[in-house]
């Protein structure tokens, strides 16, 4: 079993170095950190009394590591659930922050588990998960990594600036829906026909 550490790493590797892309609403992003966690935090790495683009690139992979395990995992009690679950649920938080439970939390309540969609693990939220995992153990991980793939389809739906990370310029499956289905069982991938038809509507 992977530990935290192992699986922070492997979402440092994904996120890569530096990046500020006009079309990301989070901002200057280094290894998956963005702007808005780093002035949240107070790390103004450069001591120049304020928190901005320089303090991003100087931020360090462990000091990543770090902010990813205690504020994206044991802050959010990520922890607490069925740890088939920790990798793509502490993946989509680094990615989505709360919208990564929220998820979870419809999810649970289309398997007919009361819950509150708040965004926020509770008693509430981590039992529906333990017992949803009981009973599916071999189901859960999955329709949760197809249900963030969907939130990712919905977004660039929605969003046209947001399709370059769900397509890549081929025209072939872009960053976002990769990821998703690092998570997901091999026979639940999308073939390359079937992405094609999901995105036709696109353009």
Request: charged share 25%; no cysteine; hydrophobic share 40%.
């Amino acid at each position: 079993m992977q530990t935290v550490q192992d699986i922070a790493e492997e979402i440092v590797g994904r996120e890569g170095g530096f990046v500020n892309d006009p079309d990301d609403p989070g901002g200057a992003t280094n290894y998956g950190v963005t702007i808005h966690t780093m002035q949240r935090l107070g790390l103004d790495l450069d001591r120049d009394g304020d928190v901005d683009v320089r303090d991003v690139r100087r931020l360090s992979r462990a000091q990543a590591v770090e902010i990813f395990v205690t504020h994206y995992f044991e802050r959010p009690r990520i922890a607490e659930l069925p740890a088939p679950l920790h990798a793509s649920v502490f993946d989509m938080y680094v990615n989505a922050g709360g919208n990564a439970v929220k998820i979870l939390q419809r999810l649970l309540n289309s398997m007919g588990h009361e819950v509150t969609v708040d965004g926020a693990l509770g008693p509430q939220s981590i039992g529906a998960a333990r017992d949803a995992y009981n009973v599916a153990p071999d189901h859960l991980v999955d329709a949760y990594g197809i249900a963030r793939r969907n939130y990712y389809f919905r977004i660039a739906d929605n969003r046209p600036a947001s399709r370059k990370y769900a397509r890549s310029r081929a025209g072939g499956k872009g960053g976002w829906i990769k990821r998703a289905e690092e998570f997901i069982a091999p026979r639940f991938h999308l073939t390359d026909v079937q992405f094609r038809e999901r995105v036709a509507s696109w353009g």
